[in-house]
């Protein structure tokens, strides 16, 4: 039995890749190891990283899918047939056609999610003519930030390698100790850290300022921060003077805000404010990273960026080193746009994007006027918003979309308000197709599950986490294995169905290695060669490149006052909006739903819904909690341990107690991601999804959601919390 080595990239948690080396022998994954020489390595050690050490358990998982199914009973019954894949992609391939010719190609839809390398479901569906790449992480995770950046400064300035380590670092709503893998190996030794977040941890109780806001008003908190540097004189003047637009209007803006009332609004005493902003505009240079909760939270969700941004800019912290840099792909890796065929979808198709006209700056709208649009990836700006799409297929208007295909992507228990979820796929959708390494509620749901390849089981090339770098990874593992699966790449079934759909000639590699190789030509090494001789490449990073030429918007700066925004008829400056259920917006709702509803940071565990099949990982944590002041459980008659119903006029559902003051005694923290995989999966229970899982409480109405870029509600809502039994 020979064993072999080789070198692995982790895709787990989506934006940040990290490599390890893996023992493979006979088809099984032995081992995985560290890989210390790679600065793509987490701070903690690959093996440390718990999810990692599940891999090789839920790789030969018995919950796998494994040949395509077809069902044969009522949606949900868990009947199926198992067919072979040529009759799959036959079938698919021409109910695809059928419909595309009945309705035309708009009435085929993708809903996508944080797993995969997209370019290829790009390439079918620009193809195919359909506008509907619709990445259930665009408008409430990365893709949100990405492209308020790029409509205000031209580019993503963000945080991550390479770059020198801040002197301050602000993490915004998110946690990276948890969930930034290589970053936080940089942000993590700055000499002052300042923690805005919701909710307590050890880092932030650890931290230099730990401001604790009501979830939802980081943006009033934003304008707080904007208040004291420009009244106190600390920000850039000559980087202001020169490269920012809209300075004076936004003074004015930010002096309807004076620090009372933010404290009103956020709760956060102003003392703290002041000191926070304080520090942020003094230590040189300083890095406001990303968090993602900011985009969970409906209204304001665009409006946080933005204040994000004008910190940043207002302080020259954008474009320098250790400070907010902009994030570029390697120059020699053939990119995702050439990739993905965006040319190839006609104007007339992606004018047909759902949610386009009401949401229309994180739109084609917004797109068509961005100076640089050849840089930016359309299947982000042009893909059709999740809530405006859910209602089509539920009610048929502005047209109906009556296919679906799910890839990379869980939606029964990720996107907002199950119920609609689960009454779109049962009831409303002709067809359905979900592309799973495992049986989800979701594929549950589907008339055909396409059993494809796990990470690991593919060559990998990272994308947009670590800027100017190109890391990659091995396929580790055979795609299939006569006698017990065969299993394809998502590549292989982009490819095969576009080959029948008239596309051939648009797919010249025949796997996805191949294609993986190509984009690596410019290195005139394929993908193994390079993991061993290389194993990643990283460009140098151009700092204040915007001195030769300005930054890539209408006016040549960043946009302040935005004239995107004001074109689309926005307000041009950031401005602070109560989240749509709020006790102030909804004092009458508050009477009944007393609490605000948010989630538990990530669990160390766990990537979104994914990895409940680990007993590795169960052992750690086995159940969803639901975290309370202990004044809170107090008064609701609940003890450390109990059963909780959490509900609102949307659902409810049952998690244990945990007591805890890192938590505001208003505020209700709930783990995300819950269905129970060892549960029955055909209907009522679909593996348990109705019982704990999160978004049975969150809202896709789309007047819920950020007016500017359709993200919709995964927290700041209201709810009750009651003892339950057990
Ligand atoms: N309430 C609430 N909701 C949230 C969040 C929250 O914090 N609170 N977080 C949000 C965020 S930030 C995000 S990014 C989204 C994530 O939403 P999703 O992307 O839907 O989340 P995952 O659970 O990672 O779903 C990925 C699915 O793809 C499958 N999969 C894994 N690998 C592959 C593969 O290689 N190919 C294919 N075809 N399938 C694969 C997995 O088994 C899993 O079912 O959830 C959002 N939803
Ligand atoms: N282990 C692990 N790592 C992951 C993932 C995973 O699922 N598991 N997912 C990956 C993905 S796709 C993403 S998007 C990133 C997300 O990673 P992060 O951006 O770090 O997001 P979270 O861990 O959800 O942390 C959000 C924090 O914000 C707090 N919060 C809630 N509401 C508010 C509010 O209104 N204002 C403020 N200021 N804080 C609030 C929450 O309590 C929580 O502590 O992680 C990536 N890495
Ligand atoms: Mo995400």
């Given at each position: 039995m020979a064993q072999e080595t080789k070198i692995g990239l982790c895709r787990f948690c989506a934006h940040h890749m990290c490599q390890f080396k893996a023992v493979v022998e006979d088809g099984k994954l032995v081992k995985l190891m560290n890989f210390?020489?790679?600065?793509?390595?987490?701070?903690?050690t690959t093996e440390g990283c718990p999810r990692n050490r599940a891999v090789p358990e839920l790789i030969g998982h018995p919950g796998r899918t494994c040949y395509p199914l077809k069902r044969k009973?009522?949606?949900?019954?868990?009947k199926w047939e198992q067919i072979e894949w040529e009759q799959a992609l036959d079938e698919i391939a021409e109910k695809l056609r059928e419909i595309k010719e009945k309705y035309?190609?708009?009435a085929v839809a993708l809903l996508t999610g944080?797993?995969?390398?997209?370019w290829d479901l790009a390439r079918f569906f620009n193809l195919f003519a359909s506008?509907?790449?619709?990445?259930?992480?665009a408008p409430i995770c990365s893709g949100l930030e990405a492209f308020m950046n790029i409509t205000c400064?031209?580019?993503?300035?963000l945080y991550g390698p390479p770059t020198s380590i801040p002197k301050c670092f602000v993490m915004w709503a998110g946690e990276h100790w948890t969930t930034g893998g290589v970053k936080w190996k940089i942000e993590g030794k700055a000499e002052k850290l300042i923690v805005v977040n919701s909710t307590g941890s050890p880092q932030a109780r650890k931290a230099t300022i730990w401001l604790q806001p009501r979830p939802g008003t980081d943006t009033a908190l934003g304008l707080g921060w904007l208040n004291v540097i420009i009244n106190e004189g600390l920000y850039d003047k000559e980087f202001v003077e020169k490269w920012t637009f809209g300075f004076d209007k936004l003074k004015e803006r930010v002096n309807e805000f004076p620090l009372d009332r933010v404290e009103a609004i956020t709760w956060v005493p102003k003392q703290k404010i002041i000191a926070a902003a304080r520090i942020y505009a003094t230590s040189k240079p300083a890095a406001i990273d990303w968090g993602t909760a900011t985009g969970h939270m409906g209204r304001n969700a665009a409006e946080a960026e933005r204040v994000r941004i004008a910190l940043r800019a207002i302080t020259g912290n954008i474009d320098v080193d250790g400070g907010n840099h902009f994030m570029r792909p390697?120059?020699?890796?053939?990119s995702i746009k050439e990739m993905c065929?965006?040319?190839?979808?006609p104007a007339s198709q992606y004018r047909k994007r759902l949610g386009g006209d009401k949401f229309r700056v994180l739109s084609w709208q917004g797109w068509e006027m961005l100076?640089?649009?050849?840089?930016?990836?359309a299947f982000v700006s042009r893909g059709s918003i999740y809530p405006a799409v859910m209602h089509s297929i539920r009610?048929?208007?502005?047209?109906?979309?009556?296919a679906l295909l799910t890839n990379g992507c869980n939606p029964m228990v990720t996107v907002a308000n199950t119920k609609n979820v689960y009454d779109g796929l049962k009831h409303h959708i002709d067809f359905s197709v979900c592309m799973e390494i495992f049986m989800t509620p979701t594929a549950m749901l589907a008339d055909y599950v396409l059993p494809v390849t796990f990470w690991p089981e593919r060559p990998t090339i990272n994308y947009?986490?670590?800027?100017n770098s190109v890391i990659v990874g091995q396929?580790?593992?055979?795609?299939s294995m006569p006698g017990q699966y065969d299993r394809r790449d998502d590549y292989d079934v982009w490819r095969g169905l576009g080959i029948r759909l008239g596309?051939?000639?648009?797919?010249?590699?025949?796997?996805l290695d191949e294609a993986q190789d190509y984009r690596l030509k410019n290195f005139g090494m394929k993908l193994d060669e390079f993991a061993w001789k290389k194993g990643w490449d990283t460009e140098p990073v151009q700092f204040k490149?915007?001195?030769?030429?300005?930054?890539?918007t209408t006016t040549g700066k960043i946009e302040l006052w935005s004239t995107i925004f004001d074109a689309q008829g926005y307000d041009p400056l950031p401005h602070y909006e109560e989240p749509a259920e709020s006790p102030v917006s909804r004092p009458d709702l508050a009477n009944e739903y007393p609490y605000i509803l948010i989630n538990n940071p990530?669990?160390?565990?766990?990537i979104h819904s994914q990895l409940r099949q680990s007993r590795y990982l169960r052992r750690r944590h086995n159940e969803p909690f639901v975290k309370m002041h202990p004044d809170t459980a107090e008064k609701q008659g609940i003890k450390e341990g109990d059963m909780v119903w959490i509900e609102n006029r949307r659902g409810k559902i049952k998690q244990r107690a945990k007591l805890s003051?890192?938590?505001?005694?208003q505020v209700v923290a709930v783990d995300f991601g819950w269905w129970f995989p060892?549960?029955?999966?055909?209907?009522?229970s679909l593996f348990g999804?109705?019982?704990?899982?999160?978004?049975?409480?969150?809202s896709d109405a789309m007047d819920y959601a950020?007016?500017?870029?359709?993200?919709?509600?995964?927290?700041a809502l209201l709810c009750k919390i009651y003892k339950a039994g057990d």
């Amino acid at each position: 039995m020979a064993q072999e080595t080789k070198i692995g990239l982790c895709r787990f948690c989506a934006h940040h890749m990290c490599q390890f080396k893996a023992v493979v022998e006979d088809g099984k994954l032995v081992k995985l190891m560290n890989f210390p020489e790679s600065p793509h390595t987490p701070p903690w050690t690959t093996e440390g990283c718990p999810r990692n050490r599940a891999v090789p358990e839920l790789i030969g998982h018995p919950g796998r899918t494994c040949y395509p199914l077809k069902r044969k009973g009522a949606r949900g019954e868990g009947k199926w047939e198992q067919i072979e894949w040529e009759q799959a992609l036959d079938e698919i391939a021409e109910k695809l056609r059928e419909i595309k010719e009945k309705y035309g190609p708009e009435a085929v839809a993708l809903l996508t999610g944080a797993i995969h390398e997209p370019w290829d479901l790009a390439r079918f569906f620009n193809l195919f003519a359909s506008p509907h790449v619709v990445n259930v992480n665009a408008p409430i995770c990365s893709g949100l930030e990405a492209f308020m950046n790029i409509t205000c400064c031209g580019g993503i300035a963000l945080y991550g390698p390479p770059t020198s380590i801040p002197k301050c670092f602000v993490m915004w709503a998110g946690e990276h100790w948890t969930t930034g893998g290589v970053k936080w190996k940089i942000e993590g030794k700055a000499e002052k850290l300042i923690v805005v977040n919701s909710t307590g941890s050890p880092q932030a109780r650890k931290a230099t300022i730990w401001l604790q806001p009501r979830p939802g008003t980081d943006t009033a908190l934003g304008l707080g921060w904007l208040n004291v540097i420009i009244n106190e004189g600390l920000y850039d003047k000559e980087f202001v003077e020169k490269w920012t637009f809209g300075f004076d209007k936004l003074k004015e803006r930010v002096n309807e805000f004076p620090l009372d009332r933010v404290e009103a609004i956020t709760w956060v005493p102003k003392q703290k404010i002041i000191a926070a902003a304080r520090i942020y505009a003094t230590s040189k240079p300083a890095a406001i990273d990303w968090g993602t909760a900011t985009g969970h939270m409906g209204r304001n969700a665009a409006e946080a960026e933005r204040v994000r941004i004008a910190l940043r800019a207002i302080t020259g912290n954008i474009d320098v080193d250790g400070g907010n840099h902009f994030m570029r792909p390697h120059s020699k890796l053939v990119s995702i746009k050439e990739m993905c065929l965006d040319e190839m979808l006609p104007a007339s198709q992606y004018r047909k994007r759902l949610g386009g006209d009401k949401f229309r700056v994180l739109s084609w709208q917004g797109w068509e006027m961005l100076a640089d649009k050849k840089s930016q990836r359309a299947f982000v700006s042009r893909g059709s918003i999740y809530p405006a799409v859910m209602h089509s297929i539920r009610t048929g208007e502005p047209y109906r979309v009556r296919a679906l295909l799910t890839n990379g992507c869980n939606p029964m228990v990720t996107v907002a308000n199950t119920k609609n979820v689960y009454d779109g796929l049962k009831h409303h959708i002709d067809f359905s197709v979900c592309m799973e390494i495992f049986m989800t509620p979701t594929a549950m749901l589907a008339d055909y599950v396409l059993p494809v390849t796990f990470w690991p089981e593919r060559p990998t090339i990272n994308y947009l986490g670590e800027a100017n770098s190109v890391i990659v990874g091995q396929r580790l593992l055979p795609k299939s294995m006569p006698g017990q699966y065969d299993r394809r790449d998502d590549y292989d079934v982009w490819r095969g169905l576009g080959i029948r759909l008239g596309q051939e000639k648009y797919w010249p590699w025949k796997d996805l290695d191949e294609a993986q190789d190509y984009r690596l030509k410019n290195f005139g090494m394929k993908l193994d060669e390079f993991a061993w001789k290389k194993g990643w490449d990283t460009e140098p990073v151009q700092f204040k490149s915007y001195e030769k030429g300005g930054f890539h918007t209408t006016t040549g700066k960043i946009e302040l006052w935005s004239t995107i925004f004001d074109a689309q008829g926005y307000d041009p400056l950031p401005h602070y909006e109560e989240p749509a259920e709020s006790p102030v917006s909804r004092p009458d709702l508050a009477n009944e739903y007393p609490y605000i509803l948010i989630n538990n940071p990530k669990s160390r565990f766990f990537i979104h819904s994914q990895l409940r099949q680990s007993r590795y990982l169960r052992r750690r944590h086995n159940e969803p909690f639901v975290k309370m002041h202990p004044d809170t459980a107090e008064k609701q008659g609940i003890k450390e341990g109990d059963m909780v119903w959490i509900e609102n006029r949307r659902g409810k559902i049952k998690q244990r107690a945990k007591l805890s003051d890192d938590v505001h005694p208003q505020v209700v923290a709930v783990d995300f991601g819950w269905w129970f995989p060892e549960k029955r999966g055909e209907e009522p229970s679909l593996f348990g999804v109705w019982e704990a899982n999160m978004n049975v409480l969150t809202s896709d109405a789309m007047d819920y959601a950020c007016e500017v870029s359709g993200s919709w509600n995964l927290q700041a809502l209201l709810c009750k919390i009651y003892k339950a039994g057990d």
